[in-house]
C-alpha cells in the first residue's frame, strides 16, 4: 500500500481512485476533526469461492480509499465456517486482487485471533453479557419471536457465570457434539432489531479448518468474529454493503464492551452493485461448478474475476467500470453494457487488431501464379498507436461461408457468383466459377484478381463493400473447434471480427448471451 503521508488528506491535484462520496466526506471530516490520524481500511471476503465482480467494487472502495489517503488496507479473510473453506480459494482471491493491482503488506486471517476471540468470549460472560444456551437451533429461532412480537427469554437465559464458563469450556474441549450447545450475547430481547435479540457468537463444528486443522471444535459467528477483528487491527472505517445495516448495532455493542475507551472501528454502509442479467450468488456459482454446467471456476462465462480474466478482460477495464458506477447509499441494478462499454474502450488501444477464419470456404485465385506478402496495420485510424503485421496472399485462400452467397439476397454485399469485393487489406477478386461436391454442397470458388486494385477500385466495375480479409495459405482452424487464441497468421472474417485473443474471447461470449 502507500506509504503514509504527513497529511493524509488528498491533494486536489492528484487524481483519486474514488471519486468524492458520503463516505469520503465522512472520512475527511474524521481527520480534520482528529478522530483519527490516518485511514486503515479491510477487504474480508470469505474463501468459500472464486472472487466475482461483486468483490471488484468493493475492494475498489476499501483499497481505493485508502490509497487515496494514503493509509493502509489489510486483505482479510473471514474464515470461521472450517466445512467450506479451502485454502485454494484464499490463493485465487490473493491473484485476483493483486491482478485488479491492489497491494498490502501481510495477508491476514481471522483464524489468526481464534485464541483471543475465545478470551474475549469468556470475557463476556465473565461480565455477565453471555450464557450458553442448550436449546436446539429451531428452538431458539422460534424464541425470538417476530417484528411485532418481543422474542421470549430461553430457560437458559440466567445460568450463572461459573456455570457459563464450565460449559463454555467443555465447549472448546470437544465434549459436546455438534449443535449441542451455542454461546449467545445477553442484549435485548424485545428490541426492535432482531439481531439484538441475544445473537448467538459460538457453535460447536466438529470440522477440520484448512488452516488450524482439528485444534478447534467451537468456532465464532461472523457477527462475533468480524467487528472485533477489525477493533484488534486498528481498522478505522469498517465499509461494507448494505445488507449488513442492522448488524452496526450489534458491532458497536460488541466493540464498545470488549474495547472500552478505544478508538473503535465504526461501520458506514454503501449500496450493492448488482450486473444485469449475472448472478454472483456464491451458493449457485458452487452449484454451477460442482454440477459440470461450467468448465470450472474460471470459465468465461463466469462472472468471477478470474473468468473475466480467462475471457481477455484487463484489470484497467474493471477499474473503470467500478469507478463508473460511483458510490451511494441506495443499492442499483448496473446496465451490463457499462462493463463492455469499459471493456471495449479499454481494448480499443491496447488490443491490436488480427482476424481469422473461422468456417473456412476454400478460394482458388486462377490468374494469380506466385505469392506475394502485403501488410496490414494493427490499429485503426482513430487509435494514435502504429504498428503493421505482414500477410500472405497467395493463388489458395479461405474466406467465412457465410461471406459468400449463391443465389444473394436483396442487401447483400459480399461475394456471390460474377459479383467483386474487396479483400480486406488487399485487391478487389470476383467470382468466376463456384465448384459444388456430389451433395450439392459449394466447396470452392474459382475467383480472379483485379489487376491495379490494391488500395483503389477499378474503373467501370461496382465493388461490393465486403470487409471479409484474405487468409493465408491454410485455415484457421476447422469450423467445429473454437481457439483460445487468435495466434494463426490467417486474417479474414466478416461480422465476427476478431481484435485480439483478449477480444475476440469477450465479444464472442458477449455476442453469445
Known amino acids: 500500500m502507500t506509504p503514509p503521508r504527513e497529511d493524509p488528506t488528498p491533494d486536489a491535484d492528484t487524481p483519486r481512485l474514488v471519486n468524492p462520496n458520503f ?38 472502495i476499501d483499497f481505493g480509499v485508502a490509497v487515496d489517503y494514503g493509509g493502509t488496507c489489510h486483505l482479510r479473510f473471514d474464515d470461521t465456517n472450517p466445512e467450506v473453506e479451502e485454502m485454494r480459494y ?10 485488479l493491482g491492489w497491494r498490502w503488506q501481510t495477508t491476514r486471517f481471522a483464524s489468526d485471533y481464534f485464541e483471543r476471540l475465545y478470551d474475549l468470549a469468556e470475557r463476556l460472560i465473565t ?42 469450556r467443555r465447549m472448546r474441549a470437544g465434549e459436546f457434539p455438534t449443535g449441542a450447545h451455542v454461546l449467545r450475547a445477553k442484549i435485548d430481547l424485545a428490541s426492535p432489531n432482531m439481531k439484538l435479540r441475544d445473537p448467538l457468537l459460538y457453535r460447536i463444528v466438529h470440522a477440520t479448518h484448512y488452516r488450524t486443522g482439528d485444534d478447534w471444535c467451537i468456532y465464532p459467528f461472523y457477527d462475533f468474529q468480524h467487528p472485533l477483528s477489525d477493533a484488534i487491527e486498528g481498522v478505522t472505517h469498517s465499509l461494507c454493503s448494505l445488507e449488513f445495516v442492522d448488524n452496526r448495532e450489534l458491532y458497536d455493542w460488541l466493540v464498545s464492551r470488549l474495547f472500552p475507551g478505544e478508538r473503535r472501528p465504526r ?4 449500496g450493492r452493485r448488482n450486473l444485469e442479467y449475472t448472478v454472483v450468488s456464491k451458493r449457485r ?11 470450472g471456476w474460471d470459465d468465461p462465462r463466469m462472472p468471477t474475476l478470474a473468468g ?34 469499459s471493456v471495449r474502450d479499454d481494448l480499443n488501444t491496447e488490443a491490436p487488431r488480427v482476424m481469422a477464419v473461422t468456417d473456412p470456404l476454400a478460394v482458388t485465385l486462377t490468374n494469380v501464379a506466385g505469392g506475394e506478402t502485403l501488410t496490414a496495420p494493427y490499429w485503426p485510424p482513430d487509435v494514435p498507436r502504429t504498428g503493421e503485421r505482414p500477410l500472405p496472399f497467395g493463388p489458395r485462400l479461405w474466406i467465412e461461408k457465410g461471406d459468400f452467397a449463391e443465389d444473394p439476397p436483396k442487401g447483400f454485399r459480399r461475394l456471390a457468383p460474377g459479383r467483386a469485393v474487396r479483400l480486406r487489406h488487399a485487391y478487389v477478386i470476383r467470382c468466376d466459377e463456384v465448384v459444388k461436391d456430389a451433395a450439392g454442397t459449394v466447396t470452392e470458388l474459382r475467383c480472379s484478381v483485379l489487376e491495379g486494385t490494391l488500395g483503389r477500385n477499378p474503373e467501370g466495375v461496382k465493388v461490393g463493400r465486403w470487409w ?36 475476440t474471447r469477450w465479444c464472442s461470449t458477449a455476442s453469445s448471451r
Open 23 to 60: 463516505i469520503t466526506d465522512i472520512v475527511d471530516r474524521d481527520l480534520q476533526d482528529g478522530r483519527h490520524e490516518r485511514v486503515v481500511t479491510r477487504f474480508p471476503p470469505e474463501p468459500n469461492g472464486y472472487a466475482h465482480i461483486g468483490h471488484a467494487f468493493a475492494s475498489f
Open 90 to 99: 484464499v490463493r485465487s482471491i490473493e491473484e485476483d486482487m493483486r491482478w
Open 127 to 168: 461480565m455477565g453479557d453471555a450464557y450458553v444456551d442448550s436449546l436446539p437451533s429451531e428452538e431458539i429461532q422460534r424464541m425470538r419471536g417476530t417484528a411485532l412480537e418481543p422474542g421470549t427469554p430461553s430457560p437458559y437465559r440466567e445460568r450463572s457465570v461459573e456455570e457459563n464458563l464450565e460449559l463454555f
Open 267 to 270: 461501520q458506514y454502509e454503501f
Open 285 to 295: 456459482l458452487i452449484r454451477l461448478v460442482q454440477e459440470g454446467y461450467v468448465d
Open 308 to 341: 473475466l480474466r480467462r475471457r481477455g478482460v484487463r484489470p484497467e477495464a474493471i477499474r473503470d467500470f467500478t469507478a463508473r458506477i460511483g458510490v451511494s447509499r441506495t443499492n442499483r441494478t448496473v446496465d451490463i453494457a457499462l462493463l463492455e462499454h
Open 468 to 503: 471479409s480479409a484474405t487468409a493465408s495459405s491454410s485455415p484457421a482452424w476447422p469450423a467445429t473447434t473454437r481457439p483460445r487464441a487468435t495466434s494463426s497468421s490467417a486474417s479474414g472474417t466478416s461480422g465476427a471480427t476478431r481484435r485480439t485473443a483478449a477480444a
